[in-house]
Nanobody, 124 residues
Framework: QEQLVESGGGSVQAGGSLRLSCTAS????????MGWFRQAPGKEREGVAT???????TYSDSVKGRFTVSQDSAKNTLYLQMNSLQPDDTAMYYC??????????????????WGQGTQVTVSS
């Protein structure tokens, strides 16, 4: 069982920025797609951003232009830089890995391993 550990969540005002980090084993980072998902209270979990060595970066329409996903293979870490945060971005953010290519990158069913999540709260 691979372990993913997220960090970097917190509370910010609208317009602010946060950077999330996800540390995984060296076997995972850079081999298959990894991604960030989020789940707001009362809503389903949704894909936010993913990164694949073969297909590059994929973003949901709601965060495109504001969020940037990146990775540092030397540190076995996936990042999510979130700028221009809005109250609608408030959610628990999860890191995911172990991608199954039968699914689309932003489909949560395609990921085998999940972190515990880190809370992001944006106030107006």
């Amino acid at each position: 069982q691979e372990q993913l550990v997220e960090s970097g969540g917190g509370s910010v005002q609208a317009g602010g920025s946060l950077r999330l980090s996800c540390t995984a084993s060296a076997y995972i980072v850079g081999r298959l797609a990894m991604g960030w998902f989020r789940q707001a209270p009362g809503k389903e979990r949704e894909g936010v951003a993913t990164m694949s060595a073969t297909s590059g970066r994929t973003y949901s329409d709601s965060v495109k232009g504001r969020f940037t996903v990146s990775q540092d293979s030397a540190k076995n870490t996936l990042y999510l830089q979130m700028n221009s945060l809005q109250p609608d971005d408030t959610a628990m953010y999860y890191c995911a890995a172990g991608f199954n290519q039968r699914f689309n990158y932003l489909d949560e069913r395609g990921y085998r391993y999940w972190g515990q999540g880190t809370q992001v709260t944006v106030s107006s």
